[in-house]
């Protein structure tokens, strides 16, 4: 290995493992289930800390920022999905969004005249 291209290409596939495999850890995580394709990131990360401690050969740091990026990747997506599983609709009617009475528009922007930040109480008078 040249001294001037030291790991350029170990961090190319390590970016690559991070955000290539977006594509289809979604339709994975519908088909093997959410705890299977987490289970496996962690399982990824831990192999990428056993290859790094193995050795330091070009093979060794490219296998390894394979597995720590495809690892990232799926603990990621899996994170983003609980997330939004869990805080699905807890907000509603924040941040101008109302719920509607049609089921087939779940969330529409409020088109109310009444503004949201405006108070009942009146403002004429300072009250001491």
């Known amino acids: 290995m040249r001294g001037g291209d030291f790991g350029y290409r170990e961090l190319q596939w390590h970016s690559l493992g991070m955000f290539a495999p977006s594509f289809v850890t979604g339709h994975l995580i ?9 289970l496996t990131g962690t399982v990824l990360l831990l192999l990428c800390s056993l290859i790094n401690l193995s050795g330091l050969a070009t093979f060794n740091f490219w296998a390894a920022n394979v597995a720590f990026g495809v690892g990232w990747n799926f603990l990621f997506v899996g994170a983003m999905t609980l997330l939004t599983r869990t805080y ?6 924040a941040s101008g969004v109302v ?11 409020a088109a109310s005249s009444r503004d949201p930040y405006e108070t009942t109480e009146s403002t ?5």
């Open 99 to 109: 719920e509607h009475d049609d089921p087939q528009t779940p969330w529409t922007w």
């Open 88 to 93: 699905a609709g807890a907000h509603s009617g």
């Open 124 to 128: 004429s008078s300072p009250k001491m």
């Open 30 to 38: 519908s088909c093997l289930g959410l705890t299977r394709i987490m």
